[in-house]
């Protein structure tokens, strides 16, 4: 409505001034009352003075960060492929006969040497490449006076980001998307004034080893381009350089159009005089995806895209990102706080309020932020998302394989966005293809395939580490194969689960079988040698160590990968030797849950002591959760895991976003509502930037998606093979109402409560189906015809009575 209403008044010059003012009095009233309908609408009463204040859009591929500066607009641009290196990276040279030396000093004790060793046989020794910004567009305002009646916000319904103020009597509205349909970014501002806009555009990126070059493209169609190549390395250099001609090829181009105004376009800048609308059409593309036609595919795309009207191009943008994002709605009851700045109630969290209304919009946030930065055929969400201002960024903003690409992808299932676990999928396929020569080579495993703990845009699977303790890892891909059969647990997907999973799952369980090692002591296989991510232990000589002869997690992922792989194999009618093999490893298999005599659970085979009792991962609960082996099925484990969060949390754990953000996760499966509630307002109070954002600290996504993943999981679960409904439902959450959540088995679920009490349920299916609910103590069998609607509340309800 305000949209039109502008539009529709901006080009008649004879409206009274006074008719101007109602207008956007009226358009600040209805925008206001939006927020406090809808808590989808993050907003500000001032620009963005730093990175961690702008807000995010992006259209899977290519985003930006929109800072809403009056003067001097700033939209910091990114695009997922810019990245230094290529594909033609060389292993390094450990060899199987290091693997046996490794696994001798192991069993003699000598740990220290093993950790020194690991490094330097098998860590690759080329450099660390990081993700890198695609630079930067500024609109410099050439225009003074005072700024008042100043809003910017982030709609999530409509992934809009919008600036609304005044200057000298006049107003202004400036409106930015990134569009998935139209694969380009689009800006629109407009103005009252009768002298119009008078403003300068230009393109700049931070110098790299091959400054990139500005200039005027075209001037007869008022566009600049900025052209260049990603050859900054990224983090540390190991050994030798690469050619400074190794890296991405990338152009940023971009078309203004202004029919009532001046438009001059010279020496790299795009300048505009008189025009009450401006429209500012940018776009950007990399030898990646296009080899050396990168360019002319920008070209094609503004051809298109330029002689069509923000309105349309804005309809169809809303309407492709809504088919998304509107499958899920959350509530919790009403808020008496959207009246205010996201960051002031941020800032009352912070200080020790509740604002429930802020909670719920997270959520949203982090769904927003899934599909502003993983389509289908894009590369997946990195450790920030799409969005990065560097050159060098934080842990080079890559795929950590250890936690946190994972992380990124929890609530692609649960929470109705399925489609975009598709990138994850891609990458992942091309690092097992990788992996295939990395087994071979480095560890003499001539079946199957694996990942270790990092990777970026080339798909390297092998160690790049300093040190063994966060490095020397091989379960990146074991850990990245459950995605693929919860994505057909979730969708019931025959074809996916064939000719997708099906394969992942037979080369990661075909590895494990070579990996593991028969251990006489125990008398059971073991995986050797193993780290706990990024965590070390006292040896026997009171030093600190890392790797060892079995850990928890590694012997609980793979258990999980043969259990996975047995029942896809049973699904899809397959019996073979590989089959009678990995049941028969899989029964000698050393266990991954052991509980100690203090009643926590094992990291390591022996109870060892650790430096950092409040280590920020949690990776002996990987059975609890991302897994399903501990349940309250299993009392003992039950029991030990809670006793495991306790004593972490007890000596400063989860101090990190992403860490606090799983133990929602895992407060949830342990059907803890109250610590899920303490764990969510601690998350609020440390964790949280002005723009929502998760602070690491730095900024680190896994944090946003994390904490979207644990508000499903309080609300629903089905990893048991039953629904559990509200089965940690936090006390404060009194009242409320989600829709469209997913459960395993392709069900789509709405549910209410009313003073913590459930309320109306309704089940959804596209084919025939029956399981179990459980509400409490209550459960019922539930059998559901395709494409119908069925409640259950008088059935849960009597059987609660």
């Given at each position: 409505?305000?949209?039109?209403?502008?539009?529709?008044?901006?080009?008649?010059?004879?409206?009274?001034?006074?008719t101007?003012?109602?207008?956007?009095?009226?358009?600040?009233?209805?925008?206001?009352?939006k927020?406090?309908?809808?808590?989808?609408?993050?907003?500000?009463s001032?620009?963005?003075?730093?990175w961690?204040?702008?807000?995010?859009?992006?259209?899977?591929?290519?985003?930006?960060?929109?800072?809403?500066?009056p003067?001097?607009?700033?939209?910091?641009?990114?695009?997922?492929?810019?990245w230094?290196?290529?594909?033609?990276?060389?292993?390094?040279?450990?060899?199987?006969?290091?693997?046996?030396?490794?696994?001798r000093?192991?069993?003699?004790?000598?740990?220290?040497?093993?950790?020194?060793?690991?490094?330097?046989?098998?860590?690759?020794?080329?450099i660390?490449?990081s993700?890198?910004?695609?630079?930067?567009?500024?609109?410099?305002?050439?225009?003074?006076?005072?700024?008042?009646?100043?809003?910017?916000?982030?709609?999530?319904?409509?992934?809009?980001?919008?600036?609304?103020?005044?200057r000298?009597?006049?107003?202004?509205?400036?409106?930015?998307?990134?569009?998935?349909?139209?694969?380009?970014?689009?800006?629109e501002?407009?103005?009252?004034?009768?002298?119009?806009?008078?403003?300068?555009?230009?393109?700049s990126?931070?110098?790299?080893?091959?400054?990139?070059?500005v200039?005027v493209?075209?001037?007869s169609?008022n566009?600049i381009?900025?052209?260049?190549?990603?050859?900054?390395?990224?983090?540390k250099?190991?050994?030798k350089?690469l050619p400074?001609?190794h890296?991405?090829?990338?152009?940023?181009?971009?078309?203004?159009?202004?029919?009532?105004?001046?438009?001059?376009?010279?020496?790299?800048?795009?300048?505009?005089?008189?025009?009450?609308?401006?429209?500012?059409?940018?776009?950007?593309?990399?030898?990646?995806?296009?080899?050396?036609?990168?360019?002319?595919?920008?070209?094609?795309?503004?051809?298109?895209?330029?002689?069509?009207?923000?309105?349309s191009?804005?309809?169809?943008?809303?309407?492709?990102?809504q088919q998304?994002?509107?499958?899920?709605?959350?509530?919790?009851?009403?808020?008496?706080m959207?009246?205010?700045?996201?960051?002031?109630?941020?800032?009352h969290?912070?200080?020790g309020?509740?604002?429930?209304?802020?909670?719920?919009?997270?959520f949203?946030?982090?769904?927003?932020?899934?599909?502003s930065?993983s389509?289908?055929?894009?590369?997946?969400?990195?450790?920030?998302?799409?969005w990065?201002?560097?050159?060098?960024a934080?842990?080079?903003?890559?795929?950590?394989?250890?936690?946190?690409?994972?992380?990124?992808?929890?609530?692609?299932e649960?929470?109705?966005?399925?489609?975009?676990?598709q990138?994850?999928?891609?990458?992942?396929d091309?690092?097992?293809?990788?992996?295939?020569?990395?087994?071979?080579e480095?560890y003499?495993?001539?079946?199957?395939?694996?990942?270790h703990?990092?990777t970026?845009?080339?798909a390297?699977?092998?160690?790049?580490?300093?040190?063994?303790?966060?490095?020397?890892?091989?379960h990146?891909?074991?850990?990245?194969?459950q995605?693929?059969?919860?994505?057909?647990?979730?969708?019931?997907?025959?074809?996916?689960?064939?000719?997708?999973?099906?394969?992942?799952?037979?080369?990661?369980?075909?590895?494990?079988?070579?990996?593991?090692?028969?251990?006489t002591?125990?008398?059971?296989?073991?995986?050797?040698?193993e780290?706990?991510?990024?965590?070390?232990?006292?040896?026997?000589?009171?030093?600190?160590?890392?790797?060892?002869?079995?850990?928890?997690?590694?012997?609980?992922?793979?258990?999980e990968?043969?259990?996975?792989?047995?029942?896809?194999?049973?699904?899809?009618?397959?019996e073979?030797k590989?089959?009678?093999?990995?049941?028969?490893?899989k029964a000698?298999?050393?266990?991954?849950?052991?509980?100690?005599?203090?009643?926590?659970?094992?990291?390591?085979?022996?109870?060892?002591?650790?430096?950092?009792?409040?280590?920020?991962?949690?990776?002996?609960?990987?059975a609890?959760h991302?897994?399903?082996?501990?349940?309250?099925?299993?009392?003992?484990?039950?029991?030990?895991?809670?006793?495991?969060i306790?004593y972490?949390?007890?000596?400063?754990?989860?101090?990190?976003?992403?860490?606090r953000v799983?133990?929602?996760?895992?407060?949830?499966?342990?059907?803890?509502?109250?610590?899920?509630?303490?764990?969510i307002?601690?998350?609020?109070?440390?964790?949280?930037?002005?723009?929502?954002f998760?602070?690491?600290?730095?900024?680190?996504?896994?944090?946003?998606?994390?904490?979207?993943?644990?508000v499903?999981e309080?609300?629903?679960?089905s990893?048991?093979?039953i629904?559990?409904?509200?089965?940690?439902?936090?006390?404060?959450?009194?009242?409320?109402?989600?829709?469209?959540?997913k459960?395993?088995?392709?069900?789509?679920?709405?549910?209410s409560w009313?003073?913590?009490?459930?309320?109306?349920?309704?089940?959804?299916?596209?084919?025939?189906?029956?399981?179990?609910?459980?509400?409490?103590?209550?459960?019922?069998?539930?059998?559901?015809k395709a494409?119908?609607?069925?409640?259950?509340?008088?059935?849960?309800?009597?059987?609660?009575d």
């Amino acid at each position: 409505m305000i949209a039109k209403l502008n539009v529709s008044l901006s080009t008649n010059h004879l409206v009274p001034k006074s008719t101007w003012v109602l207008v956007f009095v009226l358009a600040t009233i209805f925008s206001s009352l939006k927020a406090q309908d809808s808590e989808k609408v993050l907003w500000y009463s001032a620009p963005a003075e730093e990175w961690m204040q702008a807000l995010p859009i992006g259209n899977g591929r290519l985003g930006a960060m929109v800072f809403g500066n009056p003067f001097k607009e700033h939209l910091q641009l990114n695009e997922d492929s810019m990245w230094a290196g290529g594909p033609d990276w060389e292993d390094a040279q450990g060899n199987p006969e290091d693997l046996e030396e490794l696994r001798r000093l192991l069993r003699e004790g000598k740990t220290t040497e093993v950790d020194s060793l690991i490094v330097e046989k098998f860590s690759n020794k080329t450099i660390l490449r990081s993700h890198q910004t695609m630079g930067d567009l500024f609109i410099d305002f050439k225009e003074s006076g005072e700024i008042t009646n100043y809003r910017r916000e982030l709609d999530l319904d409509q992934a809009l980001a919008s600036t609304f103020y005044t200057r000298n009597g006049n107003h202004y509205t400036q409106k930015v998307f990134a569009s998935q349909p139209d694969d380009a970014m689009v800006m629109e501002i407009t103005t009252t004034s009768p002298k119009g806009l008078n403003l300068e555009l230009s393109l700049s990126r931070p110098e790299d080893h091959g400054k990139p070059t500005v200039k005027v493209s075209n001037p007869s169609q008022n566009q600049i381009s900025m052209v260049g190549q990603v050859t900054q390395y990224g983090g540390k250099r190991f050994s030798k350089p690469l050619p400074i001609d190794h890296g991405v090829r990338f152009e940023v181009r971009l078309q203004v159009v202004a029919p009532d105004g001046k438009i001059t376009a010279k020496e790299g800048k795009v300048s505009v005089k008189g025009a009450r609308k401006v429209l500012i059409f940018i776009v950007g593309n990399t030898s990646f995806y296009h080899g050396d036609s990168f360019a002319e595919k920008n070209k094609e795309t503004l051809s298109k895209i330029t002689q069509q009207s923000f309105e349309s191009l804005l309809d169809r943008h809303i309407s492709d990102y809504q088919q998304l994002y509107r499958r899920v709605n959350f509530e919790l009851g009403e808020s008496n706080m959207a009246h205010l700045p996201t960051d002031e109630r941020l800032q009352h969290c912070k200080d020790g309020g509740t604002d429930l209304g802020l909670q719920s919009l997270l959520f949203q946030y982090g769904r927003y932020l899934l599909i502003s930065s993983s389509r289908p055929n894009t590369n997946p969400a990195n450790l920030q998302g799409i969005w990065n201002e560097h050159l060098e960024a934080p842990w080079n903003a890559d795929y950590h394989l250890n936690i946190n690409l994972q992380m990124n992808y929890w609530p692609a299932e649960v929470t109705n966005l399925s489609e975009l676990h598709q990138p994850f999928f891609n990458l992942i396929d091309r690092v097992l293809e990788r992996g295939r020569k990395t087994a071979k080579e480095q560890y003499g495993i001539t079946r199957g395939s694996l990942a270790h703990h990092t990777t970026d845009l080339w798909a390297t699977p092998f160690m790049r580490a300093e040190r063994a303790y966060w490095g020397s890892w091989i379960h990146g891909g074991g850990w990245c194969a459950q995605h693929y059969w919860e994505h057909y647990q979730f969708t019931q997907d025959k074809d996916f689960l064939r000719h997708r999973a099906y394969p992942v799952l037979k080369d990661i369980a075909s590895f494990y079988l070579d990996w593991l090692t028969w251990d006489t002591k125990s008398q059971k296989w073991i995986s050797s040698p193993e780290t706990s991510p990024e965590n070390s232990y006292y040896n026997q000589e009171g030093k600190s160590a890392a790797v060892s002869m079995g850990s928890a997690m590694g012997h609980q992922i793979i258990g999980e990968v043969f259990d996975n792989f047995l029942e896809t194999a049973q699904i899809l009618g397959i019996e073979d030797k590989l089959v009678e093999e990995v049941k028969t490893k899989k029964a000698s298999l050393h266990p991954g849950v052991i509980v100690g005599t203090d009643g926590r659970i094992l990291e390591w085979n022996e109870p060892y002591d650790e430096p950092e009792k409040g280590h920020r991962h949690v990776s002996h609960l990987y059975a609890l959760h991302p897994g399903d082996d501990i349940t309250e099925n299993h009392p003992e484990a039950f029991a030990a895991a809670q006793k495991t969060i306790d004593y972490r949390l007890e000596h400063g754990g989860a101090g990190t976003g992403w860490s606090r953000v799983w133990m929602i996760n895992m407060n949830a499966r342990l059907l803890d509502g109250a610590s899920a509630e303490e764990n969510i307002n601690k998350f609020f109070q440390i964790s949280l930037a002005d723009n929502m954002f998760d602070m690491h600290p730095p900024f680190q996504i896994d944090g946003n998606f994390g904490y979207t993943a644990g508000v499903a999981e309080l609300l629903i679960q089905s990893h048991e093979g039953i629904v559990r409904l509200l089965p940690a439902l936090p006390p404060n959450w009194k009242n409320g109402k989600i829709t469209g959540l997913k459960a395993r088995g392709n069900i789509e679920v709405d549910i209410s409560w009313k003073n913590g009490t459930l309320g109306e349920v309704t089940f959804r299916s596209p084919s025939d189906t029956s399981f179990a609910v459980k509400y409490g103590s209550s459960m019922v069998d539930l059998q559901l015809k395709a494409n119908e609607e069925t409640q259950l509340n008088a059935k849960l309800k009597k059987t609660n009575d």
